[in-house]
């Protein structure tokens, strides 16, 4: 009997030991399976993942990517087998079920199982309150996603929606030509108007590409030498600040492209509305309560009319936090000076002010920062 007693200790330790690691097989399982099941329109277990996901942060600045490749990133893999642990209401066998449901290899659900719920168990609570909060702004899922576009997918999109549109063009002025011949020498006689449908933007919105470009002949490959142009880059200060690259200029989907060498690429949006499919899902012009919202509680920034004014100086701990955006405000409203008075100056203030309701506060630019 002392024996047993031994090797039950000697045993133990080593099974807890080894449920509190998962093996890179079952890590590429899960992921596997995720990604699958993102691509199917309106799955609750990966939609509602990815939403908790973008929410918390542990999304990244591309939720697409992450969660088509979550086996790459250990935080967010954790995060994602965290809320479908409280997707299942932190219940282990309906934990279980769900895992099989999105058909994992039958020997990677046990140890995921195992693993989760001993990771989580002391934060049952805490979940379960998180997920009543977080159903209740919930609107369902986004999924049927693709594969997130490489720089060469972006290239070859936008190449074929310049060649459509070119073709588009070519036809409209042909029978601009036609209908202006078929008239001629006849008196009185309107002129059949030309009706060709506009062609419909096939060009690629994803921003995610553009953390992967490194130099600027890349941004030419992909958007047309026509789209690209270079300009000074200028900070907050109001200095130059190196070289930029705008896409699009002096449109609304105008977008500027900053490579600052082995500190990775700053891509900042400044005009709205726009096409482009921006991280978080937030960009210029959105207001003040979808930056809160996203960010998960209230945050601080500079007043207004002041140096550094409408910048954001503190993400107060939210999802943002330690994100490298960097959101710049704007108030609409500022007609009225005894409103406007409250928000300028050398002073901070918090998001949830309620002077700022009245004055129509939106995201003025919006800079991502990405590392190599």
């Given at each position: 009997?002392?024996?047993?007693?031994?090797l039950?200790?000697?045993?133990?330790?080593?099974?807890?030991?080894a449920?509190?690691?998962?093996s890179?097989?079952?890590?590429?399982?899960?992921?596997?399976?995720?990604?699958?099941?993102?691509?199917?329109?309106h799955?609750s277990?990966?939609?509602?993942?990815?939403?908790?996901?973008?929410?918390?942060?542990?999304?990244?600045?591309d939720?697409?990517?992450?969660?088509?490749?979550?086996?790459?990133?250990?935080?967010?893999?954790?995060?994602?087998?965290?809320?479908l642990?409280?997707?299942?209401d932190?219940?282990?066998?309906?934990?279980?079920?769900?895992?099989?449901?999105?058909?994992?290899?039958?020997?990677?659900?046990?140890?995921?199982?195992?693993?989760t719920?001993?990771?989580?168990?002391?934060?049952?609570?805490?979940?379960?309150d998180?997920?009543?909060?977080?159903l209740?702004?919930?609107?369902?899922?986004?999924?049927?996603?693709?594969?997130?576009?490489?720089?060469?997918?972006?290239?070859?999109?936008?190449?074929?929606?310049?060649?459509?549109?070119?073709?588009?063009?070519?036809?409209?002025?042909?029978?601009?030509?036609?209908?202006?011949?078929?008239?001629?020498?006849?008196?009185?006689?309107?002129?059949?108007?030309?009706?060709?449908?506009?062609?419909?933007?096939t060009?690629?919105?994803?921003?995610?590409?553009?953390?992967?470009?490194?130099?600027?002949?890349?941004?030419?490959?992909?958007?047309?030498?026509?789209?690209v142009?270079?300009?000074?880059?200028?900070?907050?200060?109001?200095n130059?600040?190196?070289?930029?690259?705008?896409?699009?200029?002096?449109?609304?989907?105008e977008?500027?492209?900053?490579?600052?060498?082995?500190?990775?690429?700053?891509?900042?949006?400044?005009?709205?509305?726009?096409?482009?499919?921006?991280?978080y899902?937030?960009?210029?012009g959105?207001?003040?309560?979808?930056?809160?919202?996203?960010?998960?509680?209230?945050?601080k920034?500079?007043?207004f009319?002041?140096?550094?004014?409408?910048?954001?100086?503190?993400?107060?701990g939210?999802?943002?936090?330690?994100?490298?955006?960097?959101?710049?405000?704007?108030?609409?409203?500022?007609?009225?000076?005894?409103?406007y008075?409250?928000?300028?100056?050398?002073?901070?203030?918090?998001?949830?002010?309620?002077?700022?309701?009245?004055?129509?506060?939106?995201?003025?630019?919006?800079?991502?920062?990405?590392?190599?």
């Amino acid at each position: 009997m002392k024996r047993f007693f031994i090797l039950a200790a000697l045993f133990v330790p080593v099974m807890l030991s080894a449920q509190a690691k998962l093996s890179q097989t079952v890590i590429n399982d899960f992921s596997a399976r995720v990604a699958a099941h993102y691509q199917l329109p309106h799955d609750s277990i990966t939609g509602y993942i990815a939403e908790q996901l973008t929410r918390s942060g542990n999304a990244g600045l591309d939720i697409d990517s992450t969660v088509f490749d979550l086996k790459k990133d250990p935080v967010a893999l954790d995060a994602a087998l965290k809320y479908l642990y409280q997707y299942s209401d932190c219940n282990r066998q309906r934990f279980i079920a769900n895992l099989r449901s999105m058909n994992l290899e039958t020997n990677s659900v046990f140890p995921l199982a195992t693993y989760t719920a001993n990771k989580y168990k002391n934060d049952t609570k805490a979940l379960l309150d998180d997920k009543k909060d977080f159903l209740a702004t919930y609107t369902g899922p986004v999924t049927g996603k693709k594969p997130p576009a490489s720089i060469a997918d972006v290239a070859a999109a936008n190449q074929a929606a310049a060649v459509a549109e070119s073709n588009a063009n070519a036809a409209a002025e042909s029978n601009t030509a036609a209908a202006g011949n078929s008239n001629t020498g006849t008196e009185n006689t309107a002129a059949p108007a030309a009706s060709t449908a506009p062609a419909t933007d096939t060009r690629n919105w994803e921003v995610h590409p553009l953390f992967q470009v490194r130099t600027p002949e890349q941004l030419v490959e992909m958007y047309g030498a026509n789209n690209v142009t270079q300009h000074d880059a200028i900070n907050l200060a109001g200095n130059k600040d190196g070289e930029a690259y705008v896409i699009y200029p002096d449109t609304d989907n105008e977008l500027e492209v900053q490579f600052d060498g082995e500190n990775g690429n700053i891509v900042t949006f400044s005009h709205f509305p726009s096409k482009w499919k921006s991280p978080y899902g937030i960009k210029a012009g959105d207001p003040l309560d979808k930056l809160a919202k996203v960010n998960g509680r209230p945050f601080k920034f500079n007043a207004f009319e002041w140096t550094n004014g409408g910048t954001v100086s503190s993400w107060n701990g939210g999802a943002l936090e330690g994100k490298s955006v960097i959101v710049v405000l704007k108030a609409n409203n500022t007609g009225d000076p005894k409103q406007y008075d409250q928000v300028t100056g050398d002073k901070t203030l918090r998001s949830d002010l309620p002077a700022l309701k009245k004055l129509d506060v939106v995201i003025e630019s919006i800079a991502f920062k990405a590392a190599n």
